[in-house]
């Protein structure tokens, strides 16, 4: 009887798995959690195909027909998620962003063009909707790769972008909301209704591949909401937000920063596959790590993380997966058969999310 590799991971015969996947010796192995699920085996896209977070949808499809027309698979990918920028009714990203603590819309962005093996980025950058766009002129136009707050926004207005108040009135009444119901001693009437959904995170990642291979990523978001004034995530940092290498493939992350940041996540999603790992198995395995650099407080008694994080990967021949913390998400797909969502597969069950006082970064779905 043949046994696959996914079938040592479900068995728990990490010693195995580490070699099949040419993990070099003394590197720590990656505990399987017997919660994976993989909802098709293989996710073999065709070239050219694009996957993204949920949200960016309708920006996989933009980014798949630019494509088919001969664009840059990054110049595809960041007119995918400049749609979710430019939605103000998307709280994640751009116009309609979700603010930090003192109500200013800060935003963070990055990208990465595989062919020329290139990188650009903002954080922290006001009043301009599509950080994307400015993580791209950093990098076309500049010797730098990291431009941050006053400067990038500098930089931008040099570029000729537009400055724009980014808060919207929705998004400002959730601000309000949020610090109306932060104190019940302060000076702010409660009002019970507020706080449902006072509290939202997301970002849109998108990763394209072209029918002959090359590869474009890019990350963008307002981060997560009420943040400290000049936090800035993982989205804006090569190798953790997104990362890619044109002989690889591509990966990126929504979710806790926090979290992605201290595994750079993007990029040992890429090494991982690298090394042989499906796009699924690498963006289970950064999960894994990431629980396993996981700061005690933010663990609840069975060591489930009081956080989401998702992964999305796509391989230079197209295959794609994505996974998340936790079952029942979705990530977008774009190819031959079209756009849609897919199941992301996950470590935790739904039933397993964890117990106790959930902080920023609650779970979502
Ligand atoms: N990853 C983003 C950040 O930490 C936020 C999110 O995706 O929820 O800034």
Known sequence: MSITRRDFFG???TAAASFALGRPAGVAPVTASPFW????AGREAGRPAVIASANGLRGVAKALDLMQHGADPLDAA????NIQ?????DHSVGLGGLPNEEGVVQLDASCMHGPTRRAGAVGAI???ATPSLVAKAVMDY???IFLVGAGAKQFALEMGFTPQDLLTPESRQMWLRWKANLNPNDNWLDHDDDVKGAYTHGTCNMNAVTASGDIGSVTTTSGTSWKLPGRVGDSPIIGAGQYNDN????AGSTGRGEANIKICGAFFVVEQMRLGATPEEACLRALQRAVAMTEARLLDTRKHPRYDLTYYAIAKDGRYGSANMYEGAQFAIADAAGARLETCAYLFKRDDRPTGPVPAHALTH
């Open 11 to 13: 068995a728990g015969a």
């Open 37 to 40: 699920r993989v909802s098709r």
């Open 78 to 81: 960041i007119a995918g998620v």
């Open 85 to 89: 920028e430019l939605d103000p009714t």
């Open 126 to 128: 006001e009043d301009i």
């Open 142 to 144: 500049t010797d730098h």
């Open 247 to 250: 002989d690889v493939g591509a």
